[in-house]
């Protein structure tokens, strides 16, 4: 196999490969861009005018997702997988990849539309280099631009794949992104309605791509991912590549929430009333007390049917500990 095929062995290593540019024997182009980070490009006779961007490790202890784009980048090194779109294939925090742990000392996918400006060190660093490179890769007018940021989550799920659909003052959700997503195997979506500091939503907001963060089962280390079920993601992606997709035009069984309210910790005073086991997507009755802060903050459930994700009492002051979600229907998608 070429050698930039081996990107995550590279990543890994920390090394830099002599040859930055290679050929398969298709006549696709590999190119070594900087750490962790490489484009494809098929001969232009075969190119479907679409641009893709695949990302994992932004959470470094997160491998299933890591471990799928290193198989795609050697079938397409081997020459077995054939690409006709462009592809940018990146490893979000490659030091913590190396010490498989989330992040050293600022979580990267909090550090997007802005915020890495705020911070300093490497994540920061990184940030602001991973925003330069998508910048780039999507700066060629005309074609379609589409960003799947992958990830699992660091507890189970009562859902166990699923997407986060970032979200633009003035731009719908897209039910064909939605019916291509169920195609891929999420049982599940969940409709932002506020800009954030993920990745995805600086993909979204500020490069038109459109842009999902998939969840796709429990963060676990490297080789240890037999539990997490890839399958259906990974043979969507390959059909995405090589532009045999088939036509998707249906959400059924797919379902929808938007979120309520996000849950901010404030203070070291905060304190979540939840088992340390929780599951995503556990339903909370109204009247229950979730979690209180500093001045008697209080959170109260008021809303029916809600649920709750990504609980982390654990996050740095001032972000997200939680997400509680209501149910919604297909009615603002175009
Ligand atoms: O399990 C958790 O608590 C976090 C899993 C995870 O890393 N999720 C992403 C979601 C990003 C988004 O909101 O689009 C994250 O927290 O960065
Ligand atoms: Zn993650």
Known sequence: MLAL??????????????????????????RWLSEGALEVRP????????????????HGNET?????????????????????????????????????????????????????????????MR????????????????????HYDLHTAIRGSKIEQFALYPWKEGRQHSRRELERL????????LLQNKTSITFTAFTYEQLEAEA???????ARPFGQNQGVDVSRLETRLKQIIEGTEPETDSLDGLKLFAVAREVIKHSDAFLMHLPADVENFSELEK?????????????VIEEEGARIIFPNPKVKNGLRAGILIVPTTDAGLV
């Open 212 to 218: 999902f963060t998939l969840e796709l089962g429990k």
């Open 127 to 146: 940030a602001a280099e991973l925003e330069q490179l998508a910048r780039s890769f999507f700066s060629v007018p005309d074609r379609s631009r589409l």
């Open 182 to 189: 169920r195609a891929a195997g999420m049982e599940a979506v």
């Open 5 to 30: 095929g081996k990107l995550l062995e590279l990543t890994l290593a920390g090394r830099e490969p002599a040859q930055k540019i290679q050929l398969t024997v298709d006549g696709v182009q590999m």
């Open 43 to 58: 001969p232009q006779a075969r190119d479907n005018g679409g641009d893709l961007l695949l990302s994992s490790g932004i």
């Open 287 to 299: 009247g229950y007390l979730l979690a209180e802060d500093v001045a008697k903050t209080r959170w």
């Open 64 to 124: 299933a997702p890591i471990e799928l784009l290193d198989r795609l980048l050697h079938g397409i090194a081997r020459g077995e997988i054939k690409p006709r779109n462009r592809i940018l294939f990146l490893f979000g925090n490659p030091e913590a990849m190396r010490r498989g742990e989330r992040y050293l000392e600022l979580d990267v996918n909090r550090l997007f539309n802005g915020r890495h400006e705020k911070n300093i060190g490497p994540e920061a």
